[in-house]
């Protein structure tokens, strides 16, 4: 039983975690910003913000536009981790209480969101990981 119970992969496997959950959550920030650049395109995004009651909608379509797919691409990499996350969070939040909250918690409902909000904040708070261009720039 004890064997089991210590699990030898903390030790060998510790340092990739960060590099899984940031790689993933890159990924899924810059398909969705691609997604919205590529088959919304700006007017598409800037006319659903303006559904939602967004001021200046054009402008807020361009910042998510770039948040997501530059904001992925940065996760991806480990790049300014800590302030991309940061940047995600609040692109989390935004969608969870404008898109997703009030359609219950199921999907299209806020449980997707919620994942992704708890794993950018996640990578906020722990940052990029030792498989990072972050750690590689700081050892400099």
Known sequence: MKNLMNCLCL???????????RVVLGVIFAMHGYQKL????VPGVSGFLATLGFPLPD????????????????????LWTHWTAKILVLVSIV????????????LPGY?????ILAASISVMITGAG?????????KH
């Not at 449980?111 to 994942?115: D, K, N, P, R, Y």
């Open 59 to 78: 402008v807020f379509a361009v910042l998510l536009i770039a948040a997501e797919l530059g904001g992925g691409i940065l996760l991806i990499l480990g």
């Open 11 to 21: 030790d060998k496997w510790q340092a990739v975690a960060p590099l899984v959950l």
């Open 38 to 41: 590529t088959m919304m395109g």
């Open 111 to 115: 449980e997707f969101i919620l994942l």
């Open 130 to 138: 030792k498989w990072s261009l972050d750690h590689k720039l700081k």
């Open 95 to 106: 969608a969870l209480a404008t898109v997703h909250l009030s359609k219950g918690f199921f």
